[in-house]
């Protein structure tokens, strides 16, 4: 059976450790579901530090175009908690609509109906 590819979508920028918690709690939670989790983190590690990642524009722009096209790439987008904030997490959204992707919200709990 082929599980259903979720992107996980939220705040970085100003919380400790980037939010990685958050993302990895979502990860589990998802993968427990039946997903196949496609987590912006795992991405990153290929492209340095979150840290060094938010000083540089450059590595910063090339990050968010491979995070776009990882979201094309899925079924589904789950929106952390605090994603209307995120200008990373507004555009992840958009592309998500744009694709005409299921839209999942932590703040809904809609998953777990």
């Known amino acids: 059976m082929i ?6 979508a939220g705040p970085m920028s100003g919380h400790e450790g980037f939010n990685e918690d958050a993302f ?4 589990d939670f ?5 997903f196949e989790v496609v987590n912006p983190f ?3 590690e290929g492209f340095g530090l979150p840290s060094e990642i938010q000083e540089s524009p450059e590595i910063l722009k090339r990050l968010m175009d491979f995070e776009l096209a990882a979201v094309k790439s899925c079924d589904a987008i789950f929106l952390l908690h ?8 507004r555009a992840e ?3 998500a609509l744009d694709c005409n992707l299921e839209i ?3 703040d809904s709990g809609d998953l777990l109906t």
Not at 30 to 34: D, F, I, M
């Open 24 to 27: 990895i709690r979502a990860d």
């Open 3 to 8: 599980k259903p590819r979720i992107y996980i």
């Open 104 to 106: 999942h919200t932590e």
């Open 42 to 44: 795992e991405i990153g």
């Open 30 to 34: 998802l993968v427990e579901l039946g």
């Open 93 to 95: 959204l958009r592309v």
């Open 82 to 89: 605090g994603w209307e904030k995120s200008q990373g997490a």
